[in-house]
């Protein structure tokens, strides 16, 4: 299976995952031009970026771009000036150098949106024309909600009440009360007398949408779609993966990330084991610990 394919099939899945694509290299290097890998959350690596200097370095800044969402562009081994690039100085024999572009991919949201009306069967359809993952549910239970699902309780009035408790009670990162702003204190004072706590409570956005001013029923839907946009983009609502770093090292010679699992060079010196990312780095230890200790 190619790495496009894999690629689509862990994203078919919902796994959040890093593509790590080499973008530019420059003189003798291990990678090529073109050349993806994919890293998952564990570090693991399947593909091929580079060679021993290179890998471990790009792992580390792949689970950093996994726990912060944002993607980067790394230049390994040559100096850049351009804003927003991170410069990873290569200090190994290699006279090489490569540009990778990091991009964490992460799993759409799942909107569970309950209540059954014109504004919800279209704020349903909005959701997956968006790219997004919708349920919709005519009952307050809600089962198997995650920290990356928003939960929009619509009912009209029917059973808003259950509905948000329940709602309340799962680890949704969004709930919203689709009502007026009179009909949302009622709501809120119901749950404070069933005994939520303020900390619950605080997590409710009631009314729920953006304020677009008069609308039609349909037309709320824009508004609360509008809302959970702005949500997800401000990094809310837990947007990042859970990372389960592999313990790295620092090659004590050239100061490159070097993963202890797979390392080829090492050597113990004063009860330490040190690891390093070449021969060469390794040899130079040898000769002179006390230099690099």
């Given at each position: 299976m190619s790495t496009v394919a894999r690629a689509s099939a862990l994203e078919a899945a919902g796994e959040a995952f890093v593509l790590a694509s080499v973008t530019w290299v420059h003189g003798p290097s291990s990678g090529k031009a073109g050349s993806k890998a994919i890293i998952r959350s564990d570090g693991s690596v399947e593909g091929w970026l580079g060679g021993a200097c290179a890998q471990p370095t790009v792992v580390a800044q792949a689970l950093e771009a996994l726990a912060d969402g944002h993607a980067r562009l790394l230049v390994l081994g040559a100096p850049d000036n351009r804003p927003g690039v991170t410069?990873?100085?290569?200090?190994?024999?290699?006279?090489?150098?490569m540009e990778v572009f990091v991009e964490p991919m992460l799993p759409v949201p799942t909107v569970h949106v309950v209540g059954?009306?014109?504004?919800?069967?279209?704020?349903?359809?909005?959701v997956e024309t968006l790219g997004w993952s919708a349920?919709?549910?005519?009952?307050p239970e809600l089962d198997d909600i995650g920290q990356r699902d928003f939960i929009v309780v619509a009912t009209q009035g029917h059973y808003d009440e259950p509905a948000l408790e329940a709602a309340l009670a799962t680890e949704a990162a969004y709930v919203g009360l689709v009502a007026s702003e009179k009909r949302a204190?009622?709501?809120?004072?119901?749950?404070?007398?069933?005994?939520?706590?303020?900390?619950?409570?605080?997590r409710l956005h009631a009314p729920a949408g953006v304020d677009l001013g008069h609308t039609e029923h349909r037309e709320?839907?824009?508004?609360?779609?509008?809302?959970?946009?702005?949500?997800?983009?401000?990094g809310a609502g837990a947007q990042v993966?859970?990372?389960?770093?592999?313990?790295?090292a620092t090659d004590p010679?050239?100061?490159?990330?070097?993963?202890?699992?797979?390392?080829?060079?090492?050597?113990?010196?004063?009860?330490v084991t040190y690891y390093f990312c070449a021969a060469g780095c390794q040899t130079?230890?040898?000769?002179?610990p006390h230099a690099f200790v």
């Open positions: 410069v990873v100085p290569m200090a190994c024999s290699s006279e090489g150098a059954s009306s014109p504004m919800t069967a279209t704020l349903i359809s909005l349920a919709g549910h005519e009952a204190s009622s709501v809120k004072e119901w749950l404070r007398d069933r005994g939520l706590p303020d900390s619950a409570l605080a709320i839907a824009v508004a609360v779609l509008a809302e959970l946009v702005a949500f997800r983009a401000s993966a859970t990372v389960t770093a592999p313990r790295t010679v050239c100061g490159m990330s070097v993963d202890p699992r797979t390392a080829s060079f090492v050597t113990e010196h004063g009860d130079a230890f040898e000769k002179d």
